[in-house]
């Protein structure tokens, strides 16, 4: 017998500025136990360098999600269609102490989704928590490929002293072997920096570094061609950081950059991980406080239903 799955509430059954304020207005649950994909997220801000406010993300992200219908009409995805998605809540992490959010955030991710088989779709929180994140990945599925949207190459070796911060988690993901360097990319790095080493370090990774400039005026889907190239052969990590945006499409963030890539530019980054093995998923960095309008996070809330349309296993209606 065909198994019933989640769908989301409906705008004829309940209006959509009513009923809970759950990720695509999907049913709740306490972990992923019977899930193929769930919604979690980490209101962390205790990493960022400039502009906090994160922390108020994953709750934003959530209410601005009530627009969202449960079909694409652009990939012909119909996730709901084939996966079993809900949304288990926050990890309730240490306010005060980032440290031990790294210890609590991973323990989550490892005992309450991938011990369920289930694909993590992380609302962030800021990029901090990717490092904690992959390191309950790793532990399931060995060190991964990774597709990284970010203005920022997060590679620093410290901030103000301290490992542990926004801007340091993909040099720590390498020195842990948390990440492939030669199955990386990452998208639409640009700004100002200290040194050439900003951007230069990933790139002795074998990390692919596709700065801004690369992407200005085209469209991305031909770039998308040699990515999967370069992290195909095993399991991959998509991060997007809401900053690898433009400003004027999403202000709401910490460490704003000019010259980012556009919303399209973005979903044609995520649309083509299709046919990846995706095994888990994050969007980072949305800060409320900065974007009152809420456009930020409906941006936030539109790419985690775009990588939801990519997941392994979800069916396209002809």
Known sequence: MARELNQPLGGNDMPRFGGPATMLRLPTQDDAQGLDACFVGVPLDIGTSNRAGTRH???????????????????????????????????????????????????FYADNILAHDAIPMTLGGDHTITFPILRAIKEKHGPVGLVHIDAHADINDHQFGEPIA??????????EGLIDGNRTVQIGLRGSGYASDDFDWPRQQGFRVVQAEEC??????????EVREKVAGGPVYLSMDIDGLDPAFAPGTGTPEVGGLTTS???????????LDLVGCDLVEVSPPYDPSGNTALVGANMLFEMLCVLPGVDYRA
């Open 166 to 175: 926004h801007g340091t988690p993909f040099r720590r993901c390498v020195e």
């Open 57 to 107: 993300g994953p709750r934003q992200i959530r209410a601005e999600s009530c627009l969202i219908r449960p079909y694409n009409m652009a990939t012909r995805a119909a996730p709901f269609d084939s996966l079993q998605v809900a949304d288990i809540g926050d990890v309730a992490i240490n306010t005060f102490h980032l440290p031990k959010c790294m210890d609590i955030i991973t323990n």
């Open 265 to 275: 530019q973005a979903m044609e980054v995520i649309r083509g991980c299709r046919g």
């Open 216 to 225: 200005w005026y085209k469209s991305l889907s031909p770039l998308m061609e």
